[in-house]
């Protein structure tokens, strides 16, 4: 068999349109997804560079006590603290949630300095870093259509219509990944090394031919994770096909019964100091990392406590405790790295999605992939219409051959 009719080539061809019209469709929607999806990986790192007043702080002395800073704040605003933000770090701010007594909501965050308990700002007014962040946000997730007020199609929210368009196109560029593995293997397979660098010597089509095979086979992996974890948040059903994969999936007479299970009910609290419950939880979990207490004023509710490691190689996922009001006993405690394998891959679909899953470290080779995935559809759109222009060449070409024989024959 020749090898212009061999089955390799044959289907390479199949996958070759595939590839080449799911990309084209998609092209501009991965483009802003990606563009925007670059920038939010480090979203809490742009928000303390450009608002670094409200989370670092000058080191002077010793850090006062939680408890310290609580009974100042509680005099000076006359509301009740109802959450903490504590953090390890000597350099930065803390944050406490506060409420009135007769205010509504989730009440107002203070970021507050720990050696002074001067209170830097809060949440009540959103900077212009917070407004840009929230634009990247909303154009990821749904195309900034969610901020159009008039619904555009009866039926189905804005909010709804995003996600479906950008599921549509991430399900589109999952299947470029995964047909682009194919039609990269070149032909002739002594040549397979062509395929992993780059020759800058050549002209630019050659360049940006070879930006779109080589930077797409080193982030192939990466591609995958992040295309196929995003689909989480677009399609309902593909959300519980993930949690029933990875063994997190509750039907909906278990999430009512988890919701009506009795829970522990406390006869009397005691009024546990912060310092106290800080303690206790760094017993249970013993590292250094940051540390989440919700406090809730009703005797029989318990004290909720959220810790997770900080750092550059440090893992994602929190460790949860509950504790008794009365004597912060742990009522539950509910460890991350305890649960099985399956279950820590499928809660952890956020953090395989943005890079945290690792910390600054695989945060740092989401972002290099996520610039990788923002420009293929720029170059792939460009060898398209490099070959296109190249074809109409040739016809011109043949044409011109054709006319010219048929006037020499007249």
Excluded at 276 to 297: F, M, Q
Excluded at 360 to 386: D, E, Q, R, Y
Aim: charged content about 25%; some cysteine; overall charge neutral.
């Amino acid at each position: 068999m020749s090898k212009k009719n061999s089955p390799w080539k044959s289907v390479r061809n199949v996958f070759n349109q595939i590839h080449l019209y799911a990309g084209l469709i998609c092209g501009l929607i991965v483009v802003a997804v990606c563009f925007s999806g670059t920038i939010y990986v480090y979203n809490t790192e742009i928000k303390e560079t450009f608002d670094s007043e409200l989370y670092f702080v000058e080191v002077s002395g010793e850090k006062l006590s939680a408890d310290e800073i609580k009974t100042t704040l509680e005099q000076e605003l006359d509301k009740d603290v109802i959450q903490v933000f504590w953090t390890s770090e000597e350099d930065r701010s803390v944050q406490f949630t506060m409420k009135g007594a007769e205010e509504e909501g989730r009440g107002t965050t203070y970021y507050v300095d720990p050696y002074t308990a001067e209170i830097l700002g809060d949440n009540s007014v959103r900077t212009s870093t917070q407004e840009f962040m929230s634009s990247m946000f909303s154009l990821h997730r749904w195309l900034l259509i969610d901020r159009i007020e008039e619904p555009i199609f009866e039926g189905m929210s804005n909010r709804e219509l995003g996600r479906f368009i950008n599921g549509i196109a991430t399900t589109l560029f999952l299947l470029g990944v995964l047909t682009g593995i194919v039609i990269w293997f070149p032909n002739k397979l002594k040549s397979w090394k062509q395929g992993l660098k780059i020759k800058w010597s050549g002209n630019w089509k050659r360049v940006n031919h070879d930006l779109h095979n080589t930077l797409a086979f080193y982030s192939l992996a990466l591609l995958f994770i992040m295309s196929a974890t995003g689909l989480f948040w677009s399609f309902q059903w593909y959300r519980e096909g993930w949690q029933k994969t990875w063994d997190t999936y509750q039907t909906e007479a278990e999430r009512e019964a988890e919701k009506n299970k009795p829970k522990p009910v406390f006869t009397s609290a005691t009024a546990h100091s912060l310092d106290h419950i800080l303690a206790v939880s760094n017993e249970v979990v013993d590292y250094e990392g940051n540390t989440r207490i919700t406090i809730n004023k009703e005797v029989s509710k318990p004290i909720s406590v959220r810790k997770y490691q900080t750092g550059i190689f440090a893992p994602a996922g929190s460790d949860n405790l509950v504790l008794s009001p009365e004597d912060l006993s742990v009522v539950e405690a509910n460890l991350f790295s305890e649960l099985p394998t399956r279950q820590r891959i499928g809660r952890s679909v956020k953090y395989l999605h943005t890079g945290e899953i690792f910390g600054k470290a695989t945060k740092f080779i989401w972002f290099l992939a996520c610039l990788v995935a923002t420009s293929l559809p720029i170059t792939g759109t460009l060898i398209w219409w490099n070959k296109r222009t190249k074809k109409s060449e040739k016809r011109r070409k043949s044409s011109a051959k054709v006319k010219e024989r048929e006037l020499e024959m007249a």
